[in-house]
Each structure stands twice: as structure tokens, then as C-alpha cells.
């Protein structure tokens, strides 16, 4: 079952925006952004894994041993529109971790299983 959140005006918007050449509102991109990790996060409960989207979001998930104070030592961050083409699908995992888009570390840092949503 999908979430709503995948499917939100937000999402759209900024796609369309991007598709465009065009640069998303930036409360509209953040919207976004926060919108697809939220679905990340209900789709792979847990939290072993941070996952950043600086500026805009960030949350903890996949099954695994918890992480409760510092740095947590498994982390996957990118930017916004590598985060966008990920969870949508328009871009797969093998290629952005090949150009250097994703930047992650850790033992549990591998999202390929869980994207696009």
C-alpha cells in the first residue's frame, strides 16, 4: 500500500518545477521533501539509519539496532533534488551512489530495497 504522502501537491509541484528547469518554491520544496521521508519512514519503521535532506529534513528508519545520541553511525545524506529522484523513481540508487550524489556511511546506509517508493 502506498502512502498519501507520495502522491501530495507538494510532491508534484516540485517535480513539475524541476522538469521545467525551474527552482520549487522553497516552502513548497521543503513540503516535499519532508513529505517523502515521512512516507520512507512508514515504509521502513525503525531507527538505524539517519537519513538527511539538508537544508529541509532529515529522520531515522530501518529495522536495526537503535541510535539514541550523537552522530549516529549509519547515515545516508544528499541533496533535495537527488532525494526527489530517488523516491520517485526517476533516478536509481546504483547510479547515485556511482555519481557521487548520495553520500552515506555505515554498515545499514543502503536504501536500494526501499526506493523508489
Known sequence: MSSPHIKSTAVAAVLTALDEGRVPDRSVYREAVRA?????AERAPGRSVEVRVPPYGAVQCLPGPRHTRGTPPNVV???PATW???????????QAITEGRVRVSGTRADLSG???L
Open 36 to 40: 517523502l521521508l515521512t512516507a520512507l
Open 114 to 116: 526501499y526506493l523508489p
Open 77 to 79: 545524506e544528499m541533496d
Open 84 to 94: 526527489l529522484g530517488l523516491a520517485t523513481g526517476r533516478l536509481s540508487w546504483p
